[in-house]
Structure formats: structure tokens, C-alpha cells
């Protein structure tokens, strides 16, 4: 079965600083991959995705995340992060499981702390 | 999303206590899933209907049940709530089949079991 990794459980930084939230995950066939954002007291929100094509993608609010295949890595990066990305990360990989149909399985979350 | 609904947003409830967690949407897709969030555990998938006659079960689906009534209408039922049911709990939905599905997250539900 898929697993997804997040290797950092909470982050703090700075007003400005620049932020890489790293994800791995292991499968060995073709995959789907997301990063969604949870802010506090709210559902989770798709930042971005990555299905074929360009490996480096833009989201929303000026995140881009750059799928590294060789790597089985989809790190999520920020060059400047503000108070109002203070939020949990959620990385998501969407990939055949063993019974044959596409299953999205979630890494454990990132928390970033943004301090004015 | 304001096209996924959850209701009720808050519950508290007592252990053995049945209690029924709703998701509707106006998306029209066909998929719907149910997934409970714990602290540092990240999102765990209970169980998923890609229609109204087919349903799954997801990875912690064990004292969980959960009844499609409509393409619209998703419903997770708790026969007899236990403390460790107690978790903030999320429906989604997807349109696109498999490869590239997308899913699009309801409110929550934040549940306490006593």
C-alpha cells in the first residue's frame, strides 16, 4: 500500500522567511499528487496539484510545489511567507492500490507557524 | 466549500449513544467519501461510494456505517459512540474518475463522545 511522509510535524518561521514543506511518498507506479490547507478551524482546501506535464506547479497564494520523480518527493515551497499562512499542510498522493481502484492516501499534516 | 455541506457542525454525545453525522452537496459528483482527522495522525478514509449502489469500506471503517440515500446525500452513523470516535470528522467528494480525481472537502463535523 501507498504511503505518504511529511517530515517536518511543526514549522516555525518568521514573517518573510522562505518555507519548503517536504513530502515523500512510496509507490512505484504513476501517481496524482496534491498539497490542501487547513486553516485554523476550517476544512481542507486544495493549495495545488500535480497530475502530468510541467513538474514545477503553481497553487494558490503563491505556493508551487515541484514533483521529483526520482526522489518520489513533492515538496511544497513558498519564497516568502506571511502571518495568514499559518495553517496545517496536508500532502495527498493518489495512486492504484492493491485492489486495482485509485485511493488517495493523506501524509500526517504539517503545522507551519508564522510569526509577525 | 460551499457546495459540500456537513451537518451538524458540533456534537457532543454519551458513550453508547447512536448518532448520525450528514453530508450533503450540490456538485453533482458522484463520489463521496467520509474520513475522520486526528491530532498527528493526519486524515484516515472510513468509507467512500463512487454511487448510490456502491459502497466501500475505507481504512477504519470497524464501528462506523454509512447509507448513500441520493447521488447528493452521503450519511456516516455511529451504531454506539466510544471516546475514541471522538475526532473531527469530513465528507468530500469527487467528479473525475480515478486517475484524475480531485476531492473537495465539507466543513467538518467536530464530534465528542463522553
Known amino acids: 500500500a501507498q504511503s505518504v511522509s511529511q517530515h517536518n510535524h511543526h514549522v516555525i518561521l518568521s514573517e518573510a522567511a522562505s518555507l519548503e514543506l517536504g513530502c515523500n511518498y512510496s509507490?512505484?507506479?504513476?501517481?496524482?499528487l496534491f498539497w490542501y490547507v487547513q486553516y485554523p478551524g476550517q476544512h481542507l482546501q486544495l493549495l495545488l496539484k500535480?497530475?502530468?506535464?510541467?513538474?514545477l506547479v503553481k497553487g494558490i497564494k503563491g505556493f508551487e510545489a515541484e514533483f521529483i520523480k526520482s526522489k518520489f518527493s513533492f515538496n511544497l515551497r513558498k519564497p516568502s511567507v506571511q502571518w495568514s499562512d499559518t495553517a496545517e499542510y496536508f500532502c495527498a498522493v493518489n495512486a492504484r492500490s492493491g485492489a486495482g481502484s485509485y485511493q488517495l492516501t493523506f501524509g500526517k499534516g504539517t503545522k507551519l507557524s508564522v510569526i509577525p | 466549500d460551499a457546495d459540500v455541506t456537513q451537518t451538524p457542525r458540533n456534537r457532543i454525545t454519551k458513550t453508547g449513544k447512536r448518532i448520525m453525522l450528514e453530508c450533503s452537496q450540490t456538485?453533482?459528483?458522484?463520489?463521496m467519501y467520509w474520513y475522520r482527522q486526528d491530532p498527528g495522525l493526519g486524515l484516515r478514509l472510513i468509507y467512500y461510494s463512487f454511487d448510490v449502489k456502491d459502497i466501500n469500506k475505507g481504512e477504519i471503517s470497524d464501528g462506523y456505517s454509512v447509507s448513500r440515500q441520493a447521488q447528493a446525500k452521503f450519511s456516516l452513523s455511529l451504531e454506539s459512540a466510544i471516546p475514541n470516535q471522538t475526532a473531527l470528522y469530513f465528507c468530500a467528494t469527487s467528479d473525475v474518475g480515478q486517475k484524475r480525481e480531485t476531492q473537495y472537502f465539507g466543513p467538518g463535523t467536530r464530534l465528542l463522545v463522553l
Open positions: 456538485k453533482g459528483h458522484d463520489r
Open positions: 509507490y512505484g507506479g504513476t501517481v496524482n
Open positions: 500535480y497530475f502530468s506535464g510541467d513538474p
